[in-house]
């Protein structure tokens, strides 16, 4: 597989505003802090953790909806921040972005024919006519009918709303898509079908996905390589069998013994990783590894002190912890 998209050393900081008396502009907001991946064609890279861990900012800013403190972003060994006019206008269009709410996301205002022919009216494909039938062929695409092209967004579920999220960003035909947290909105009944539509258009259009999410257990039926963060950094990556079947970070051996399994026996048989305290600041995040104030197996001072590389623990799985082993976690 060819190499499509590649991150290298991101940062993204955000000020924050202080007082009268002190610098208005001192102190920042470290949401993404040094994170470097690629992702190769057709494969999906599951970007998981917990709430402000910095995944949906770094989504934004592979698709420039942010501009990156530092670092660079490639898209087809493009620099994307570098990008003008119509080479930035060919990016729109090979790079969609599935948004996390159905219902912020789609303009009340507008049916559901206006809001997927949108993309194509903005790039200028199609007359109003073919546009017409394009939509049709999307909304079906997508398992919706498209009779139904004329109707507003309240008119229909959270679950639909997605699916006219989805045929949005399939409306260009688009190389990548970037899903944001595209299912942690809806009911865990109409989860699984957003997933296996999603996994169904993947094989149907030869797409590429960063699929965002906080839900490990989501992530598992889709992803082909899996991505954790912590506090605006990467803490383990790799093939999402080996990271589930024997995750090496401690960090991400809690967050799989939290997710809970079907069969009752088996749960009461797990043992739970109960991490102590709260999740630090990235105003002031730690020194040395940043998840030193929470780790059960953290040694002193050299996890206070020096800053753990993302290095090999196994063949195709790295770890940023300097004494990383390998836990299995049983999922059922």
């Not at 995944?55 to 501009?67: A, D, E, M, Q, Y």
């Not at 709303?161 to 949005?168: D, K, N, P, S």
């Not at 539509?197 to 899996?226: C, N, P």
């Not at 803490?235 to 080996?242: F, Q, T």
Request: hydrophobic share 35%; aromatic share 6%; net charge neutral.
């Amino acid at each position: 597989m060819s190499e499509l998209l590649r991150v290298n050393n991101l940062k993204k900081y955000f000020p924050v505003e202080q007082g009268l008396l002190t610098s208005r502009l001192s102190r920042k907001v470290k949401a993404v802090d040094d994170v470097s991946f690629t992702v190769n064609q057709g494969e999906t890279l599951g970007l998981v953790g917990e709430s402000g861990c910095g995944k949906s900012t770094t989504g934004r800013c592979l698709i420039k909806l942010l501009v990156p403190t530092s670092g660079t972003v490639e898209f087809e060994d493009r620099d994307v921040a570098k990008l003008r006019g119509r080479d930035l206008k060919a990016f729109r269009r090979d790079v969609q972005f599935i948004f996390q709410d159905p219902y912020a996301s789609l303009n009340p205002r507008m049916t559901i024919g206006e809001i997927v022919s949108e993309p194509l009216v903005v790039h200028g494909i199609g007359t109003k006519t073919e546009r017409r039938s394009q939509v049709q062929d999307l909304l079906k695409t997508v398992g919706l009918n498209p009779e139904h092209l004329n109707r507003y967004p309240h008119e229909f579920s959270g679950g639909q709303r997605q699916r006219i999220g989805i045929a949005r960003s399939l409306a260009l035909r688009p190389k990548l898509i970037i899903c944001d947290e595209p299912v942690s909105a809806l009911d865990v009944s109409i989860q699984a079908q957003i997933v296996n539509l999603l996994s169904d258009l993947q094989d149907e259009f030869g797409l590429t996905y960063v699929f965002i999410a906080h839900d490990l257990s989501v992530v598992r039926h889709i992803s082909d390589r899996v991505a954790v963060m912590y506090l605006g950094k990467i803490v383990e990556l790799g093939d999402w069998k080996n990271l589930y079947d024997a995750p090496h970070h401690p960090y991400t051996q809690s967050l799989l013994s939290a997710v809970p399994v079907p069969d009752p026996e088996k749960q009461k048989s797990r043992s739970r990783i109960i991490l102590q305290g709260d999740v630090p600041s990235p105003i002031d995040p730690p020194t040395g590894c940043r998840f030193h104030t929470r780790c059960p197996i953290a040694q002193f001072p050299i996890c206070s002190e020096q800053e753990p590389e993302l290095r090999e623990v196994a063949p195709g799985q790295r770890a940023a912890c300097h004494f990383a082993k390998p836990m299995p976690i049983a999922l059922g």
